[in-house]
């Protein structure tokens, strides 16, 4: 059975201090009421938070992200961060193609192959991105556009390395505006990439990749997105950042 996961993408949100004290609310939390056993909870914060918030989390079924890494190995790349770092900082998962590093940094299809190959290669799990803007769906276009972004970003890996990454459908003109895709558009997408990835590795890959919905997805909306075939969870942003909010969202699950 496929992995249901609820992660969190702080994004650039909480001093040390406030992400620690979130972190070790949201572990009592499921210390107290235990995720399902094919359940997750991955928390990914800013970089400063990796070591500390590694730490606090006890209860199995939860663990740490970062939201980018660097596509070197190491070296004089001033102010970034590598894989290696992330993971010796304790942390399991990254998050990479994020519509915001896409469009304020300007990351293309093959650095995020790149930054992939690297972060998988130091044992990171992938939480990779993929997602329309509104004018692209205006046009009809945002299958191609996720197809590209798959094509380009993912299916250059092996299965082997693929069965180590998670897909998050996150449509552009539902990230922070309120706006959230109904839960038929959700599962139209995801079917389609479900489609994908079966077309590139087999039936049973695909049955086994975790495709998560993001994009103001929140506890009043979670269970009828959750509720889809094809919808195994979701990446949350804003929701992230409030523990009630957010482990209602997990409890939709
Ligand atoms: P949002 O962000 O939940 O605040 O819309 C989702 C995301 O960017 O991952």
């Known amino acids: 059975m496929r992995k249901r996961i609820v992660a969190g993408n702080w994004k650039m949100n909480m001093e040390l201090t406030e992400g620690i004290a ?9 210390s107290a009421s235990p995720l399902k056993d094919n359940c997750e909870v991955i928390l990914c914060t800013p970089f400063i938070h990796l070591s500390s918030v590694s730490s606090a989390l006890t209860v199995s079924g939860l663990s740490v992200g970062a939201q980018n890494c660097n596509d070197h ?14 993971r010796s900082a304790g942390a ?36 990779f991105c993929c997602g329309e803007v509104l004018a692209e769906r205006e046009k009809g276009i945002h299958f ?53 990835v079966e077309k590139q590795y087999s039936k ?20 009828e997105l959750f509720a889809n075939a094809d919808v195994d969870g979701g990446l949350i942003g804003g929701a992230s950042l409030m523990k009630d909010e957010f482990c209602n969202i997990v409890n939709a699950l």
Request: overall charge neutral.
């Open 92 to 127: 399991l998962n990254v998050i990479l193609g994020h519509s915001e590093r896409r469009t304020l940094y300007g990351e293309d299809d093959s650095l995020l192959a790149a930054k992939t190959t690297e972060a998988l290669r130091n044992g990171l799990r992938v939480i």
């Open 22 to 30: 979130l972190a070790k609310d949201i572990n009592n939390h499921f």
């Open 73 to 86: 190995k190491s070296g004089a790349y001033t102010g970034e961060v590598s894989a290696a770092m992330i």
């Open 144 to 196: 191609d556009v996720v197809k590209r972004h798959l094509e380009k970003g993912l299916f250059m890996l092996n299965r082997e390395e693929f069965s180590k990454c998670i897909i998050a459908y996150e449509p552009v003109w539902a990230i922070g505006t309120g706006v959230t895709a109904s839960p038929a558009q959700a599962q139209e997408m995801h079917h389609f990439i479900r489609g994908l």
């Open 204 to 223: 049973q890959v695909a049955e086994e990749t975790t495709i998560l919905y993001g994009g103001s997805c929140k506890a009043s909306n979670a269970a």
